[in-house]
């Protein structure tokens, strides 16, 4: 199957902008996903972008598309603790089934 | 509109036994997609459906099967578990499969 890969931990202080990274292989792919989830609890969908778009904003959240490079990410803007949680990017695939990458654990420091 | 609903939360089985977990998805939702997760491996899709025919297989073995009602409601069966099978199991709600979907809570199987 096709690989979708992300940092394993970023920690950033309260207040400061999150970044986090996302590469993913399946050139084929239609739509990128991003989604958060929090201990013990199952996937929050957050934002997504269909992969005819550059850029999309929706509040404290950007994400950003380099299709060429097949690069994704999400740019958390005024980061707070409650933002603390892993972070999933998915692409899905032709068969329409999502392929997710490893998690981000976004730690933020008061 | 009610989430995705997962049942049981938690769930503990012995090895050699079987389990049944339920999916009930967004109203209106058709398709429905299970997804295992655990520290190892990851997220991993398992199946997904949409009225009620699966459309959709990952790469896991027979034991691992599921069925999709008229009602859209969604189960999934492993049968023979083994302790790799210690996981937690989400599932996803898509209004069609072309749509985002939506998880639920999931449900936390152990096997011991």
């Known amino acids: 199957g096709e690989d979708v890969e992300q940092s394993l931990f970023l920690s950033v202080r309260e207040g400061d902008s999150s970044v986090i990274n996302c590469t993913y292989t399946?050139?084929?792919?239609?739509?990128l996903y991003w989604y958060k989830q929090e201990p013990g609890a199952g996937l929050q969908l957050l934002t997504y972008?269909?992969?005819?778009?550059d850029m999309k904003q929706d509040q404290r959240l950007t994400v950003l598309l380099n299709k060429k490079d097949k690069h994704l990410s999400l740019r958390i803007a005024d980061t707070q603790t409650g933002d603390s949680a892993i972070y999933f990017c998915?692409?899905?695939?032709?068969?329409?089934?999502?392929?997710f990458g490893g998690g981000t654990r976004l730690m933020v420091k008061p | 509109k009610a989430g995705v609903t997962q049942t049981p939360r938690y769930l503990i089985k012995t090895r050699g036994q079987q389990v049944t977990l339920s999916c009930s998805p967004i109203?209106?939702?058709?398709?429905v997609s299970w997804y295992q997760q655990t520290p190892g491996q990851g997220l991993q899709f398992l199946f997904e459906?949409?009225?009620?025919?699966?459309?959709n297989k990952g790469n896991f073995p027979g034991r691992f099967s599921g069925r999709q009602f008229s009602n859209s409601r969604s189960e999934m069966n492993v049968s023979t578990l083994e302790l790799g099978d210690s996981a937690l199991y989400l599932c996803?709600?898509?209004?069609?499969?072309?749509?985002?979907?939506?998880f639920g809570q999931g449900t936390r199987l152990t096997v011991v």
């Open positions: 996803a709600s898509r209004e069609t499969m072309n749509t985002e979907a939506f």
């Open positions: 109203s209106g939702h058709r398709s």
């Open positions: 998915a692409e899905r695939e032709a068969g329409n089934m999502l392929t």
């Open positions: 399946d050139s084929s792919s239609t739509y």
């Open positions: 972008i269909f992969s005819n778009m």
């Open positions: 459906y949409f009225s009620e025919t699966q459309r």
